[in-house]
């Protein structure tokens, strides 16, 4: 594909490295000086004179080789790594070098967009604090020795007493780290992720019979949102942008959406709702079962089950209990019987209490009264090779793994893709228990937290470098095909920075070898092993008429290989015994406020906090750079007397940060907010120092149902340290921004506008 | 070199945008940006930085307000509640507490709106700011010599001046991120000023290429970085010209003229139309017509 | 009130008293001097570090495009216009009291420009390219834009200049003459030589002296009134709010002439002092600038209403909120303390006791030009914090050292040029007041003899 073809003709797919050297040269070398003088035409524009600098060993323009093209930009698919939604990127190639990511027109997923934290990947790959050489104790070794030494570590030490902690896992890689599990004859595979939707998960298996639905934003009337922040930070955001980018859309069959978002700190979504409502923290099932009854009033039929578990739960007393007016609770009853078919999310900001997953329980029941199970909520369709299957991650893996640690029972460690040391609360004591670990190893792109905790740390590939595939665990889909499913490639964009960098699943053969040498002696190396997986597979994955040269081209080419999926069947409506929806709790004295980890959207969990983009970027909604905040109501903090910029300390149970307070009129009264993923005391120059880390200090309290640590849970109490600065944020000191509005950003009400028409 | 080759030279270049003025033949570059799909997540103004090398400028030098992104994304509250007689200089407690949120945030990514008869261009002391034939105000970096002129005159500051030479900075490009940089396009050293270009360096290679190819630049042959990576689509990009383009018929269907500065249908009672150019009545003429955003008042 | 000057002071007398300024001031001209280097070169240091780092070494940002180099700009070049008031349009009117003054004038004229030009290469982003602001004649035809006002400024700037310094230079070929009559033997005696272009005194050389200072002169002064004028367009043809004022360019030269005078008044007192001046530049001299420096004062003062109320009853809400802002924001106790030394603090000009009080009007002439400076500094700066797009309002910005040490350098640059100048060329024009010597004496012969018509 040429240089700005958005044609769909598929691109040739970077070759696999060992070729370049089997040609007479270092292909690595060559991509790196080719990029170099790639470089020297950037820089040399403004009198900048650094050009002569390293001439020698600029190549010419006209010795090209076969897949590079001077001067022109080539697109190559790949998979993007940043989080976990898998989308379909396309990242453009220019004299050997990486440029730019882009979202791949041709996938469901994303089609063709990239969200902001998807684009820093190539920050991610290009980081000047990438880990480069195998690191012993900060020692730097040679791989072989590297490998001696876990090999020299494991022997004699038995399947149980070895864990591999890992974030969320699919495809090869995953099917690899399953077989080495299996020859280390150890079960202990724990998958974390600090921030997923794993009560999400288990509430909707309870109500639809599916973990992951799939969810049709586009396709609903009205989208009411209990703290799902499907445009910011939830499960698969680009996917979701896009449907809501159809649901707004005037000209469409079903008109113009109408978004109401239910959350007591107003995200990214919450931002964009026709309506924002602070309900109180941990009351969203209860006015989701209100809002049942609302709607039987209003004369919906409900089947007389539901009526008897919801009767308890009067919008009267609901209205007092969530702080949502009576009248509130009767207009949203009545839009949602009007307009049908509409769509009830339940997300994060009403699963983090120890009733979690009855919250969510509660909001799904909603669906199923209005009749948008099947319509709105669809099954999507699973992978048939279950062992490339996503495992999704969860927080009460953590625990697990923890609660082994602590034991000491573990006599190896392996980590990858996680960073528990920094993301578990510090009543967990885990980095403590993590050193109980007789030999710890860490698969690392960064010194982080948790691989400076390591004993060992092997240098991981960036995405940009590495073979691998993935299967996404919300599974989107091309309009009209049900069962689609599909198995993501992510190939080398270019070639490694570093010689001495690899790819997990290059070092998971590695230690496979070791084990089972026989069995994995044909691979030379994971791109041999990928090849001849896909290939082996090549009738089930669709290519049974196709030569495999072709078939293989072509996988490349697309990095997209589209599965026949297994048909997931959504369930009727359950029969639910009752709901354990507990009044909110009246306020501890020593700590009346409640604290909520806000999940920005290019931040998440702090794993791309290194990425000096994603820093640089205003937070959307405080329009905050480099730091981490407060956010507090301005009622509340008129109370306090705290103003913005104020240095506040919170303190919960647990622990406490100290940080700069922003006024925030999108925030419950009763609660304040700090984002998650900044407060890294490793990592990288641009996160380390930056802000507070809000997970140390969550107090710990666990969903009942699921054991995941309930996030909005901890209570605390702020306090003025005394010292005061002026925020560093996009907004401008003197907020003069509210005031130009009228004539700048410019609001309409929906009926005084006519959508229907527009192109 | 006489002075009627100056006289001659000087009455070919000087125009009076977009009145009296020839129209544009083949192409005239403008932007649709739907504020009611926008979502504010910031996806374009990281694409920018990628596709246009800016710099990251860190923590000090933003908080100098001397950050560089030719996109920014603004953030704005409820509108019913800032009092008239507010008080402009109080700098941190000002009337926050009458913020609404009920109706969510409004969000307006603010670049550079090409305007058609831009108060940069006029000022320019070297003529480092020019109107190109397809409608945009080009930034020659090596013409500029930094009087800065170009930005205090624009009303949407939305122009950024290299106050120092961000290359060598230590927060900007450490090895190896150089390796990332564009080459289609220059980094800026310091002293010069710069702006959203509208991707000149993709519109350009679309018009070679269908040149190239013998035939005029179809709608959707170039899109601007922050066109493309937008998840909900807002923006639009096209040749106002070109009837099929979607930004013509969108400019069309809102009936906003390029070359008003006051529009017949804001005059009307039953307007029912969304399309609005920001400081229209300051007569720039800008390529940028926003669409209000929209909000259901029945809930 | 007392004579301009004594009638009875011998020609050889003045020629003596003026030459010895040449030779030996009082030990603070040396204070003065050095004290000049020191603070011109804590300017150099912050120049070399802000060309070495980058325009953000003044703190400058977005939207605060402009600071304090543009508003000290502006005032030097204010400065510059008394000196032309003083020698070309006074000369016109035949104001014989001027004589002794005008020449350090008229090299304040000169060296103020000087000062101002400096500040415009200072603000360049890349002031090593400043010379694509010029019209040269080049291969590619690239032409500055002649639509900019900064580039009519440029070139008001420099024919300004170089007028200024021509007339200057003209004015004195009579002195220089004198001097290198006078002076003994050495290399400044070879330097008058040249300079003298061999003036003789004749009575044709006298004749075509008078027609081309007079040509000169006429020329000078339609450019100082259009010079302050388009540094005025630099603000009046755009289009921000608290800039685009039609009342501007008067506005504009009358602040000029103002700073101007009061600038004269401080200068006056210490040459007076320093080279022993006492006989020529008399108090009824200082009483007369004084007068002229309190109706320039009133005049500024209305124009300054002036643009409060067209400002205030122009419907143009956003120009309105940056004068509310100006007036009660963070910049409010610079703006009054610009309205306190601008309007209120030459009243003290009225009061006759003090109009001959050295110290006083001393002390007076730095207040004032202090509130002109902020005048200047209140122009650009309020529009910038507060324009036409709030989002971008800034109202905390402040310049940085660099910024400072800059500003302050200049008035090192500007003193130490100008004590140099004094100390080179004869500071008071010996010729002219010979001649008012001799216009004094005639007419006190003719009030001895009675005769009507004597001034």
């Given at each position: ?759 | ?299 | 009130?007392?004579?301009?000057i004594r009638e009875d002071i011998a020609w050889a007398q003045i020629n003596n008293d003026v030459l010895k300024s ?78 002794p ?77 004198i001097?290198?009559?006078n ?93 022993k001046f006492e006989e020529y ?147 008071v024009?010996m010729?002219?007041v010979k001649?008012m010597v001799y216009?004094?004496s ?14």
């Open positions: 594909m040429i240089e700005n073809g958005f044609d769909e003709t598929t691109s040739h797919s970077a070759k696999p490295q060992s070729e370049g050297q089997a040609a007479g040269y270092n292909r690595r070398d060559f991509l790196k000086t080719l990029g170099w003088g790639g470089t020297a035409v950037a820089l040399s524009g403004c009198g900048n004179t650094s050009i002569e600098n390293g001439k020698e060993t600029v190549v010419s323009y006209v010795e090209p080789t076969d897949y590079q093209i001077p001067s022109i930009g080539v697109y190559y698919n790949s998979t993007c790594a940043q989080c976990d939604a898998g989308c379909n990127i396309m990242g453009r190639v220019r004299e050997g070098r990486v440029l730019k990511l882009e979202g791949n027109p041709n996938s469901p997923v994303n089609r063709g967009k990239l969200c902001g934290l998807g684009q820093a990947g190539v920050q991610a790959h290009y980081n000047p604090d990438r880990v480069r050489q195998p690191l012993l104790k900060g020692e730097a070794i040679t791989w072989d020795k590297a490998l001696g030494l876990i090999a020299e570590k494991l022997n004699g030490v038995k399947g149980e007493e070895v864990a591999f902690l890992t974030g969320t896992m699919s495809g090869h890689v995953r099917a690899l780290l399953g077989n080495y599990m299996d020859a280390l004859g150890s079960k202990n595979h724990f998958v974390y992720e600090a921030v997923s939707p794993a009560v999400e998960r288990a509430a909707n298996k309870k109500m639809y019979g599916v973990s992951m639905p799939r969810y049709r934003i586009d396709k609903a009337k009205v989208v009411l949102s209990f703290g799902a922040d499907f445009l910011g930070a939830w499960i698969s955001p680009v996917n979701f942008s896009q449907q809501y980018a159809q649901f707004r859309k005037g000209s469409r069959p079903e008109g113009r959406g109408v978004l109401v978002q239910i959350e007591p700190k107003m995200s990214l979504t919450g931002a964009n709702a026709d309506r924002w409502i602070a309900a109180r923290p941990g009351t969203e099932g209860m006015l989701a079962l209100a809002l049942i009854n609302a709607l039987g009033t209003a004369g919906l039929s409900i089947p007389t089950d539901v009526t008897a578990v919801v009767k308890d739960y009067t919008p009267e007393r609901v209205s007092l209990d969530t702080g949502v007016s009576f009248e509130q609770i009767n207009r949203l009853a009545k839009l949602l019987k009007e307009r049908s078919p509409s769509l009830i999310l339940a997300g994060g900001a009403a699963e983090g209490y120890a009733h979690g997953t009855q919250n969510a329980m509660a909001i799904a029941l909603l669906n199923h009264v209005l009749g948008n199970v099947g319509k709105t909520v669809e099954a999507a369709a699973g992978v048939p090779f279950p062992q490339i299957a996503p495992i999704p991650g969860s927080r009460s893996a953590l625990t697990a793994l923890g609660n082994g640690l602590a034991s000491g029972k573990y006599k190896v460690v392996f980590t990858y893709g996680a960073n528990p040391v920094y993301s578990a609360p510090a009543v967990s004591k885990f980095s403590e228990n993590f050193s109980k670990a007789g030999f710890k190893v860490a698969f690392a792109q960064y010194l982080d937290e948790t691989a400076l905790a390591a004993d060992l740390v092997l240098p991981l590939d960036s995405a940009m470098e590495e073979w691998a595939t993935e299967v996404p665990e919300y599974m989107a889909a091309p309009e009209g095909n049900v069962g689609y499913a599909q198995l993501s490639v992510r190939q080398p964009l270019m070639g490694r920075l570093y010689p001495d960098t690899r790819g997990a699943g290059d070092i998971l053969l590695a230690l496979l070898k070791q084990r089972k040498a026989d069995e994995y002696k044909g691979f030379e190396d994971f791109y041999a092993y990928l090849q001849s997986a896909i290939m082996k597979n090549k009738a089930a994955l669709g290519g049974a008429d196709c030569a495999d040269d072709k078939f293989w081209n072509d996988t490349l080419g697309s990095a997209i290989l589209p599965l026949k999926g297994v048909a997931g069947s959504i369930s009727a409506k359950p029969a639910i015994a009752g709901f354990a929806l507990p009044a909110p709790v009246t306020a501890d004295a020593s700590y009346p406020l409640r604290l909520i980890p806000s999940i920005s959207h290019s931040m998440r969990d702090g794993r791309n906090a290194n990425e000096p983009w994603l820093q640089e970027s205003p937070d959307p909604m405080t329009t905050i750079v480099w730091d981490s905040w407060v956010e507090i109501h301005p009622k509340t903090a008129a109370q306090l007397g705290i103003r913005e910029g104020d240095i506040v300390e919170v303190t919960s149970k647990s622990g406490s940060i100290k940080s700069q307070a922003y006024l925030f009129p999108g925030i419950h009264p009763d609660a304040v907010s700090v984002p998650m993923g900044y407060g890294h005391q490793a990592m990288g120059r641009y996160a380390k120092g930056v802000g507070a880390n809000v997970f140390a200090m969550l107090d710990p309290v666990y969903d009942k149902e699921t054991g995941e640590l309930a996030y909005h849970e901890t209570s605390v109490k702020i306090s003025k340290t005394g010292e005061r600065i002026i925020i560093v944020k996009e907004e401008g000191p003197a907020r003069g921004s509210q005031v130009g509005r009228k004539k700048i950003a410019v609001k309409v009400s929906a009926d005084k506008v006519d959508l229907s028409k527009e192109v | 070199m006489s002075v009627s080759n100056l006289l001659q030279n000087w009455s070919t270049f000087r125009h009076e945008h977009p009145i009296n003025d020839k129209p544009h033949a083949e192409i005239k570059w403008a932007m649709t940006i739907d504020l009611d799909t926008c979502i504010g997540c910031n996806a374009c103004s990281v694409a920018c930085y990628a596709e246009n090398n800016l710099p990251v400028v860190g923590k000090e030098k933003y908080a100098h307000g001397q950050s560089m992104h030719w996109i920014r994304i603004e953030r704005y509250w409820g509108e019913t509640e800032v009092k008239e007689e507010y008080d402009p200089n109080s700098n941190f407690d000002m009337v926050q507490q009458d913020f609404q949120a009920d109706q969510g945030a409004q969000f307006l990514p603010m670049l550079c709106q090409q305007c058609e008869a831009a108060p940069c261009e006029t000022v320019c002391p070297v003529g480092a700011t020019n109107h190109t034939e397809d409608g945009l105000n080009s930034q020659i970096y090596n013409r500029c010599i930094g009087s800065r002129y170009c930005s205090a005159n624009c009303p949407f500051k939305v122009r950024y001046f290299n106050w120092w030479n961000y290359p060598e900075q230590e927060n900007a490009w450490p090895e190896p991120l150089p390796l990332q940089l564009n080459p289609d396009l220059t980094v800026r050293t310091k002293g010069v000023m710069e702006k959203c270009t509208f991707c000149k360096q993709r519109t350009y290679t679309a018009r070679n290429n269908a040149r190239s190819e013998g035939r005029p630049v179809h709608d959707g042959d170039v899109q601007t970085a922050c066109q493309q990576s937008c998840p909900t689509n807002a923006i639009s990009f096209g040749n106002l010209v070109d009837p099929e383009a979607r930004v013509a018929k969108q400019w069309e269907q809102q009936q906003v003229d390029l070359a008003k500065e006051k529009q017949e249908k804001d005059e009307k009672a039953d307007n029912k139309l969304r399309g609005y150019r920001i400081l229209e009545e300051l007569r720039p003429y800008p390529s940028i017509m926003y669409l209000e955003r929209v909000r259901e008042s029945a809930v | 009130m007392g004579k301009d040449l030779e030996n001031p009082r030990k603070l001209y040396w204070v003065i001097l050095f004290a000049a280097m020191l603070v011109f070169s804590v300017g150099v240091g912050c120049e070399i570090y802000q060309y070495n780092v980058g325009l953000g070494a003044a703190n400058m940002d977005n939207p605060h495009m402009w600071g304090l180099y543009i508003a000290t700009f502006i005032f030097w070049i204010g400065m510059s216009h008394s000196g032309t008031l003083l020698s070309a349009i006074l000369h016109l009117m035949h104001a014989d009291w001027r004589k003054i005008y020449r350090f004038a008229e090299a304040m004229t000169t060296f103020s420009l000087m000062t101002a030009g400096l500040f415009v290469m200072v603000h360049l982003g890349r002031l090593w390219q400043f010379y694509y602001a010029v019209p040269y004649p080049s291969e590619r035809w690239t032409w500055p834009n002649f639509q900019s006002p900064l580039l009519w400024d440029a070139m008001a700037i420099f024919t300004y200049l170089s007028s200024s310094v021509i007339f200057l230079y003209i004015g004195s070929i009579p002195d220089f003459a001097a290198r009559d002076i003994h033997p050495g290399w400044r005696k070879k330097l008058y030589s040249i300079l003298a272009l061999g003036w003789e005194g004749t009575d044709r050389q006298w004749r075509n002296f008078r027609v081309t200072y007079l040509t000169v002169a006429c020329f000078l002064i339609p450019l100082a009134v259009s010079v302050h004028s388009i540094v005025a367009s630099d603000f009046a043809m755009s289009q921000q709010p608290g800039w685009h004022v039609t009342s501007f360019p008067p506005y504009f030269v009358a602040g000029a002439l103002y700073s101007g005078c009061a600038a004269i008044i401080t200068l006056f007192i210490i040459l007076r002092y320093v080279f530049m008399t108090l009824p001299i200082l009483k007369k600038t004084v007068r002229l420096t309190f109706a320039i004062a009133m005049v500024w003062t209305y124009l300054n209403c002036i643009e409060f109320t067209a400002t205030w009853y122009s419907h143009d809400q956003v120009a309105k909120d940056v004068l509310i802002q100006k007036a009660t924001g963070p910049y409010a106790p610079f703006f009054w303390g610009m309205i306190f030394c601008g309007s209120v603090v030459p009243f003290a000009m009225m009061v006759k006791k003090w109009q001959t009080s050295i110290p006083v009007m001393f002390a007076v002439s730095l207040l004032l030009n202090v509130g002109m400076w902020l005048e200047r500094w209140m122009i650009v700066a309020p529009t910038y914090s507060h324009g036409y797009y709030p989002w971008t309002w800034d109202h905390n910005q402040w310049p940085s050292l660099i910024q400072w040490g800059i500003v302050f350098g200049s008035f090192g640059w500007f003193t130490l040029l100008f004590m140099v100048f004094c100390k080179i060329v004869p500071s024009s010729y002219e001649e216009h004094r005639l007419a006190k012969k003719k009030e001895e003899l009675g005769l009507e018509g004597g001034h």
